[in-house]
């Protein structure tokens, strides 16, 4: 039966993307295309491995490589245009060739990087390099990190802690590598301690791979619907069918509390009573329905949610707010839940928190048009014009329709063009200004704001 309440999280299963396998070899330096601009030989070589010509990268990186041998980055990007180009095996020859000569950290690290590429040596011959590679170079965090992955790859889940643990605490700017450790946590019954590193992962800067990753695996450790008995789930349609689809939450009610009768610890049936209950304008029923779901599984972070949106509903900011903050404690995949947070804290004039809330909720929904736009109002209350553009920009590109998100650039633009220092800052703000105002007016004549801001420009 397929549930879909809640946003049910589907099963997911851990898989070697990007984080695990061969994308990690790249730099993370982020190179494109070269654009007519002569490029760093790193860059250069970066840029043909995105392109997927590791031949041309080669000669660019084995020079390099010859000159800083001990470049962790330069390294991995070797093993990676040798693995792309199809000479794993030429190369590990090579790399054992080498250390047989002059042993180095490095060498022993490629050469793991090499074997963990291939699935038949991705076991205790790759664990092995790496454990030489540390003993060589004790203070890499890159070498703790990878062997770490390796001995995840391998189910090895207790001995990955250790390394993965080493990896963060010589490499805490890296919070992408949180999230193998807490897929270790999370193996290793650590379920709290897997919740808090995706935590420090979205308050990062984890790319959209990484956000989806720890999405997944947040989604695997609070799977409201699992265990639910069978024998309750046509009910539990039923249900559900009368709260979502056919708005008619007295007759879910009534659903829900049949199945409570035979089954009373189910907390996400309270839960879902709670919502109907609210839908009823019953809050009294529904307050009550969402702390038995707390008290029944008080590490969901969803029933926190639901429990502060509903006094947010009835002015309760304050309660509101500890309810939030706790939601994004236990589940800090709740987008939602840092919107209010940063809402909340705008409210209150409390800008850096209301930035940092803000952040993670545009990180985890990219494209979510509230979220930018009130990260763009911090942005713009804190004086940071360009940051502000930015996250206009982000959404008024995109959506050119968008015509409230072209008046707030224009309007942006106007006061930066008031407040500039220089001639020069003034005109290049005035352009900008009269561009987004001009788009605006052209799909609103009598728009009376964007007039106004003009006028006010030509009379500077």
């Known amino acids: 039966m397929h549930l879909k309440p809640l946003n049910r999280p589907c099963s997911h299963r851990w898989t070697r993307v990007a984080l695990l396998g061969l994308g990690l070899l790249a730099t993370g330096c982020g ?19 995105d392109e997927n010509q590791p031949e041309k990268a080669l000669p660019l990186l084995r020079e ?41 950290a490095t060498d022993q690290y490629m050469l793991g990087l090499t074997l963990f590429s291939r699935a038949k040596d991705a076991g205790q011959p790759t664990v092995a390099a790496f454990e030489r590679a540390i003993t060589l170079s004790p203070t890499t965090a890159e070498f703790h990190y990878r062997l770490g992955v390796a001995r995840l790859e391998s189910e090895q889940y207790v001995a990955a802690l250790g390394p993965l643990r080493k990896a963060v605490e010589l490499a805490p ?31 990062g800067t984890p790319s959209p791979g990484e956000v989806a990753t720890a ?7 609070a799977d409201p619907f699992q265990g639910f008995p069978k024998a309750a789930e046509a009910k539990l349609e039923e249900g559900m069918r009368f709260l979502h689809e056919l708005d008619a939450p007295q007759h879910a009610v009534i659903a829900f509390e049949e ?9 996400v049936v309270h839960s879902l009573l709670g919502l109907a209950y609210q839908r009823l304008d019953d809050a ?25 949106e509903l006094y947010l509903s009835r002015q309760r900011p304050d309660a509101a707010r500890a309810a939030f903050e706790k939601a994004v404690v236990l589940n800090p995949m709740l987008e939602l839940a840092w919107f209010r947070l940063g809402d909340l804290s705008l409210d209150a004039r409390d800008l850096p928190a209301a930035k940092s809330a803000f952040q993670v909720s545009v990180t985890l929904e990219p494209n979510s048009v509230p979220a930018r ?6 942005y713009q209350l804190d004086g940071d014009y360009p940051a502000a553009q930015r996250e206009l920009k982000h959404v008024a590109e995109k ?16 006061d930066e063009a008031q407040k500039a220092r220089s001639p020069q800052e003034r005109q290049k703000a005035t352009a900008e200004a009269e561009r987004w105002l001009g788009k605006v007016l052209e799909t609103q004549p009598d728009n009376a704001v964007a007039s106004r801001a003009l006028q006010l420009l030509k009379g500077q």
């Not at 199945?259 to 907390?267: E, G, M, S």
């Not at 707390?294 to 502060?308: F, M, S, T, V």
């Not at 959506?399 to 106007?414: C, S």
């Open 373 to 378: 736009g009130k990260l763009a109002l911090v």
């Open 64 to 104: 390099l490589h010859a000159r800083t041998p001990d470049d962790v980055d330069v390294a991995r990007a070797l093993t990676e245009a040798q693995v792309k180009a199809g000479h794993a095996d030429a190369w590990g020859e090579e790399l054992r060739q080498a250390i047989a000569r002059n042993e180095r």
């Open 284 to 308: 009294g029923r529904a307050v009550d329905e969402f702390k038995q779901a707390i008290e029944r599984a008080p590490r969901d972070g969803k029933n926190q949610l639901y429990l502060g």
């Open 259 to 267: 199945i409570l009768h035979d089954y009373p610890d189910l907390a």
């Open 399 to 414: 959506d050119p329709e968008n015509t409230e998100f072209a008046l707030r650039l224009g309007l942006l633009y106007t």
């Open 173 to 203: 700017e890296r919070a992408g590598w949180k999230l193998p450790l807490a897929k270790a946590l999370a193996r290793t019954g650590d379920t709290t301690g897997a919740v808090e590193a995706l935590g420090t992962v979205v308050r």
């Open 215 to 221: 999405r997944a695996l947040m989604n695997q450790l």
């Open 31 to 49: 190179h494109g295309k070269a654009t007519g601009t002569a490029l760093a030989p790193q860059a250069q070589a970066r840029a043909y491995l």
